[in-house]
Nanobody, 124 residues
Framework: QVQLVESGGGLVQAGGSLRVSCADS????????MGWFRQAPGKEREFVAA????????VYTDSVKGRFTISRDNAKNTVSLQMNSLQPEDTAVYYC?????????????????WGQGTQVTVSS
């Protein structure tokens, strides 16, 4: 069973960096594509980045390309999102998702498991 727990959110000034991580305490990490989505106040949840199993392919939404990097440590059952050059528009709750597809997926409906989310706030 997949049990995802996010960590690492917080408050940062514009231009700063944060790293959010997601751990699968259910130890069912193997074979899953992992993704990060975010939801800003008053907006729908949107795709941010995804990484395939075991990690050969990544995909990013255009607004974070060159600033965010997704990575995974399969031995530790974790996936991380390094966020640099953060801007106020990056403020959102960030959610980790696990998809049974092994190739990268960008649609929420392709993800069967979700964490509870972690807040990222970027001040101007």
């Amino acid at each position: 069973q997949v049990q995802l727990v996010e960590s690492g959110g917080g408050l940062v000034q514009a231009g700063g960096s944060l790293r959010v991580s997601c751990a699968d305490s259910g130890r069912a990490f193997s074979g899953f594509t992992m993704g990060w989505f975010r939801q800003a106040p008053g907006k729908e949840r949107e795709f941010v980045a995804a990484i395939s199993w075991p990690g050969g392919s990544t995909v990013y939404t255009d607004s974070v390309k060159g600033r965010f990097t997704i990575s995974r440590d399969n031995a530790k059952n974790t996936v991380s999102l390094q966020m640099n050059s953060l801007q106020p528009e990056d403020t959102a709750v960030y959610y980790c998702g696990a998809s049974t597809y092994t190739s990268v997926r960008t649609k929420q409906t392709d993800y069967a498991y979700w964490g509870q989310g972690t807040q990222v706030t970027v001040s101007s």
